[in-house]
């Protein structure tokens, strides 16, 4: 069975609370095809058999085993987390200046619930439910947002709210 990452990259915050996800992509079976055990360092995560590792709180190695039930053939696929030094939200993005380098508001440790931004003005110019770090300074309606300070409001990690400001420099 052939098995990829969604992403190559996976981080945690130091001290981590909330959990991130990691996301096994099946190559060439269905689910329903196969077995699916997931280890940490080499030890067997108990309860976690489908292509998303729901749990991972903490940097290491982690290891994807998935079987064909009619051969019993395997292949396993590791995937390394990383912590962050720190996790910090971001007081401003830079789209296009070097792409590829603080292009999006990353907020994807914080498993925020919804994201509103505001102009100067308070007029909210774009908002998102599930947010993790798709806001690259355009409005709601794919518009390029001037350079200049915004306002957001965070919805977080089930019940909490932080409100602050984030600069757009282009």
């Not at 996301?23 to 489908?50: C, D, F, H, L, R």
């Amino acid at each position: 069975p052939q098995t990829t990452f969604e992403s190559p990259v996976y981080e945690v915050c130091p001290n981590a609370t909330t959990p991130i996800v990691i996301v096994a992509e099946a190559g060439n079976y269905t689910e329903s095809e196969v077995s699916i055990k997931w280890y940490n360092e080499g030890v067997e995560i108990s309860g976690q058999t489908s292509l998303e590792l729901d749990t991972v709180l903490t940097a290491g190695d982690y290891e994807i085993e998935v079987t064909f039930n009619d051969t019993g053939c395997f292949e396993t696929e590791v995937i390394t987390v990383t912590e962050l030094d720190t996790c910090t939200i971001p007081q401003g993005i830079s789209p296009g200046v070097s792409p590829g380098v603080n292009d999006k508001f990353d907020l994807s440790s914080f498993d925020v619930q919804s994201l509103e931004i505001y102009n100067r003005n308070g007029v909210l110019v774009y908002s998102k439910t599930n947010y993790i770090d798709e806001w690259e300074g355009q409005s709601n309606a794919g518009d390029e947002l001037p350079v200049g300070t915004y306002y957001y409001v965070m919805k977080y990690q089930g019940t909490k709210t932080k409100a602050s400001w984030v600069y757009i420099n282009r």
